[in-house]
């Protein structure tokens, strides 16, 4: 599994934890670093500062001589070994240089560093701006190596001598403050601050963590509760998808029976009703003698034509219910048959385009073959009706299960009228078997009737 999968499956809560922690610790860092930076750097000015008052109140009257000359008097450098030496001062201070501003040491504690020139770092040049400046435990420069060696925390403090009538800076002592005690204050402050801030963080973190955490079990809950809202949907779409294939199966085979009831009726309109009137028509036609009053005739004849058009009327419905043998065609067989019926009664022309390529006869359902064959006779029915039977054309094609069939004509149109009983009734067998009805105008005139229907499950 890879990372981002490895992330993504876990939960918002130890994502946070993960992600927060690294972010957390670095932060703790950062600031831990900083904090303890600030503190050392304001202990250190601030004993720096003390200390430079006092020694500027000690060295300053005796350094005076140095706004004109490079070297102390036999008697200033007397009276500086005796203030270091045999006063407390100098337990604190483990040495001394007074610079001339050209790096020149004009006095120290150590005689043989007097007369050295070194470059001037940059604490000694601020120091020469007047400031006064410290550094801890930095003695990495060229002119601390005597006192590096000594092997003990020293506070290096640059402080700025002026000369007392004109205040100009004439000189800069540096002195070497023994500071065990500032040392232990430093680890203590370091200490302390980096409790203080990891302490802040983690306090910081932990209740972020745990609005997280509540977050997160609150969305693992909600997640379960929709999974399974989820799963009892699918269920219940299945159990509908179901139904639905029941009731267009239900639907398709009353609709088959319906067809074959009706191919009943109109066998029994034949044979029944249609025989005892031909045969009525027939003995009519034997009473109807020259002999006979002319008011007879008349009369005889006058029933004799009615019960030819109740045999005409009888025999057409008889042709209309009826359907001939489509069970075993395809589909571009069943609609060229009715094509082939429907020229031939109405004396037209019929185009036809087929693409069913692969459609075999027992791939469809009776109901489905019994809906195109009704679909094609009642299109064609109306085209000829109501749109003169000019440009009739059959368009049937078979796509990704769906099969699309179309009856066009480019006759008058449906200008305002509403469709009869043949094309609602046709609208309730396609959309029995699931399909999809559709009459409308073409954008060039005439009519066009449409129906799609699923046959991927046939």
């Not at 304001?42 to 008052?53: E, Q, S």
């Not at 009731?247 to 249609?274: K, T, Y």
């Not at 094609?397 to 046709?426: I, K, M, R, W, Y």
Request: proline share 3%; charged share 25%.
């Amino acid at each position: 599994m890879k990372i981002g999968e490895r992330l993504a499956s876990w939960s918002l809560a130890r994502q946070f934890a993960v992600a927060g922690g690294g972010v957390m610790f670095v932060a703790t860092l950062i600031v831990g670093f900083w904090v303890a930076r600030m503190i050392e750097e304001n202990v250190v000015r601030n004993t720096a500062n003390a200390t430079a008052l006092y020694m500027e109140s000690v060295l300053a009257p005796l350094s005076q001589e140095l706004s004109d000359s490079d070297r102390l008097s036999q008697g200033a450098t007397r009276a500086l070994h005796e203030i270091f030496d045999n006063t407390p001062l100098g337990d604190r201070v483990a040495a001394y240089k007074i610079w001339k501003p050209d790096g020149l040491i004009a006095a120290a504690s150590d005689a043989e560093e007097i007369g050295l020139r070194f470059e001037p770092t940059q604490s000694l040049r601020e120091a020469w701006a007047g400031e006064v400046r410290a550094e801890f435990e930095d003695l990495s420069d060229e002119e601390n190596t005597r006192q590096a060696a000594l092997g003990v925390p020293l506070l290096e403090i640059y402080s700025p001598v002026r000369e007392l009538w004109s205040g100009d800076v004439i000189a800069v002592v540096e002195f070497y403050e023994v500071s065990h005690e500032l040392a232990a204050d430093l680890v203590h402050a370091r200490r302390m601050s980096w409790l203080a801030v990891a302490g802040v963080l983690a306090a910081i973190g932990g209740l972020l963590y745990a609005i997280v955490l509540r977050g997160s079990r609150t969305i693992d809950r909600q997640k379960a509760e929709l999974s399974r809202r989820l799963a009892d949907l699918g269920e219940l779409s299945e159990r509908n998808t179901a139904l639905r294939i029941r009731v267009q199966g239900a639907a398709a085979r009353v609709s088959a029976m319906n067809d074959r009831a009706l191919r009943r009726i109109g066998a029994d309109l034949h044979d029944g009703p249609a025989q005892h009137l031909g045969f009525a028509a027939l003995r009519l036609d034997l009473l109807a003698d020259d002999s006979a009053p002319t008011e007879r005739r008349r009369e005889v004849g006058d029933i004799a034509q009615a019960v030819q058009e109740a045999l005409r009327d009888i025999r057409q419905i008889s042709r209309g219910l009826s359907l001939p043998d489509i069970e075993r065609r395809d589909p571009c067989e069943i609609a060229m048959q009715v094509i082939h019926a429907h020229e031939a009664r109405s004396e037209t022309k019929v185009g036809f385009h087929c693409d069913c390529t692969g459609v075999a006869s027992g791939d469809l359902s009776p109901a489905t073959k019994i809906c195109i064959y009704r679909f094609v006779q009642e299109g064609l029915n109306n085209a000829w009706q109501h749109g003169g039977g000019i440009a009739q054309s059959v368009e049937l094609s078979l796509e990704d299960g769906c099969l699309h069939l179309s009856v066009t004509d480019a006759g008058a149109g449906l200008g305002g009228s509403t469709p009869g009983l043949g094309l609602s009734g046709l609208r309730d067998r396609v959309e029995s078997l699931g399909g999809r009805f559709r009459l409308g105008s073409r954008p060039g005139g005439g009519a066009e009737l449409t129906m799609e229907l699923d046959v991927g499950g046939n």
